[in-house]
């Protein structure tokens, strides 16, 4: 069986907790896209883990994680992840595979990846991992896959000082280096989990383009670029926060225009932690936006939504979704591609009532106190997906499982 979980929004929505708390049942793990551009948090027991490469289940001793064809891998950073892991009693060797196809990303990608950047007039905020120019130079077919790396013929282009990088990380990563498609082919009674990376509204097509990444960051990317072919996925997963955040630049129609201290954009900010695991950057926060939501479960076809980040709300007497944008005085429903639209967007807001208790030790649907139930019955009515899994808390046992993307419909 294999699950899809993508993220619903622009990023950072806690996908690594989800994906995490769902590997248990699974035997492998897929990252399929992005590189050290993410940041997944997962607290285990007290202990906090930041990944930025590895795919989320590497915390469970028996699972085969695979870093899918659409990532674009810094070697730096990935040996520099599993020492860290190493460090925490996490044992990797053996675990940790990488498509044959993926591709790496040079040294001078990072540099060239912040003067880019620099030079826009209005730059993206980009996290300066390297992740744009990895993917140009993959479009442009100059890229470097690590089936490449020991292939001298393949090589002859390449400078002196790229070469010298790749063959100083070629022994540690081709022993990782796996043919994906083969590989979950001969496994297949195995259930294997796709982690996607950033959200759908990040995606280079689906997102708030050009304010999005480079990868594929869609639903579709599990099967163009983790290893199966579309009508292998089984259920398709879209995790979102009960409100919304964004890092770097671009479009935000619920942005809160007030973030002093003391703003609700700096209680939920602190209460939420929302702080970028790659850059630190403080992100940019609002409230949950339906009508980008709704949009995210239709171009994605998700099958169920995970709600994560409800206890934020614990304290709030009130508060409010967007169910609808006012562009030049229409009202609009469908979510729009102009970043002009999107920029003169005016959020239509609905008020909920709060539930003024604490829930980060609710375990089940009926024990969450009636209002956070009407919200999400709202949000389920409104995107007219089902909210199956609902999380409390940033520890993996602070989750709620309605119904189990394990089961076959
Ligand atoms: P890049 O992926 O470094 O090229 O950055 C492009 C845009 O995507 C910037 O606005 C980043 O802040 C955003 N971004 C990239 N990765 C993430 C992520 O994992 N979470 C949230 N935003 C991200």
Known sequence: MNVVIIGAQWGDEGKGKIVDYLAHEAGVVVRFSGGANAGHTIVLSGAKYALHLVPSGILYSDKIVILGSGMVIDPEALFGELAALKE???????????????????PRYKEMDKQVDAQ???PIGTTGRGIGVAYSQKASRDGIRLADIGDEERLCNVSDEDRAFLAKWKDQLLPMSVNTGAYLHHHKNKWTLFEGAQGALLDIDTGTYPFVSSGMSCAAGAAAQGGIG??????????FKAYTTRVGNGPFPTEFADDSPGSLSNYIRTTGNEYGVTTGRPRR??????????????VNSLDRLVLTHLDVYDTLPEFEACVAYKIRGKLVEDFPASIADLEEATP?????????????????????????????????????TPVSIISVGSDRQQTIIRESPWIRS
């Open 88 to 106: 925490k009693g996490i044992d990797w060797e053996g675990r940790v595979l990488i498509s044959d196809r993926a591709h790496i990303v040079l």
């Open 120 to 122: 826009r007039r209005k």
């Open 230 to 239: 579309p009508r292998n996925i089984d259920r398709i997963l879209g995790v």
């Open 285 to 298: 926060c609002g409230y949950l936006d339906l009508v980008a939501l709704r949009y995210a479960c239709i």
């Open 348 to 384: 239509v807001l609905k008020k909920f009532p709060g539930w003024s208790e604490h829930i980060d030790e609710c375990r089940s649907w009926e024990e969450l106190p009636l209002r956070a139930r009407e919200y999400v019955q709202f949000i389920e009515a409104y995107t007219e």
